[in-house]
Nanobody, 126 residues
Framework: QVQLVESGGGSVQTGDSLRLSCAASGRTSSTYAMAWFRHAPGKEREFVAA????????YYEDSLKGRFTISRDNAKNTVYLQMNRMKPENTAVYYC???????????????????WGQGTQVTVSS
């Protein structure tokens, strides 16, 4: 099992930046990718970004490229999501996920991940 704990959420103003962290513990050696998803009220959960833990390849939802950056610190078993120039439509609960069994396509397009965190609320006001 892998446990994921998100932190860093909060309330910000339009144009502000925020960095989310996701600390993984447990059998982290069984995972090869980590990702961020978000779920806004009244909407489906959507993919935000993913990173492979060995090759450092990164993947983003198209509309977020250039403003959001995913990174990792393998020594700390932690993945980060840096969010810049935030907008009210970025308001959502952000979830960290880790996976060791699905393809990166399944992760990014279908949200197929083995492990999920509890989520952290991000609110952007205008």
């Amino acid at each position: 099992q892998v446990q994921l704990v998100e932190s860093g959420g909060g309330s910000v103003q339009t144009g502000d930046s925020l960095r989310l962290s996701c600390a993984a513990s447990g059998r982290t050696s069984s995972t090869y990718a980590m990702a961020w998803f978000r779920h806004a009220p009244g909407k489906e959960r959507e993919f935000v970004a993913a990173i492979s833990l060995s090759e450092d390849n990164t993947y983003y939802e198209d509309s977020l490229k250039g403003r959001f950056t995913i990174s990792r610190d393998n020594a700390k078993n932690t993945v980060y999501l840096q969010m810049n120039r935030m907008k009210p439509e970025n308001t959502a609960v952000y979830y960290c996920a880790a996976d060791g069994t699905h393809t990166i396509v399944a992760i990014t397009t279908q949200g197929r991940c083995d492990y999920w965190g509890q989520g952290t609320q991000v609110t952007v006001s205008s």
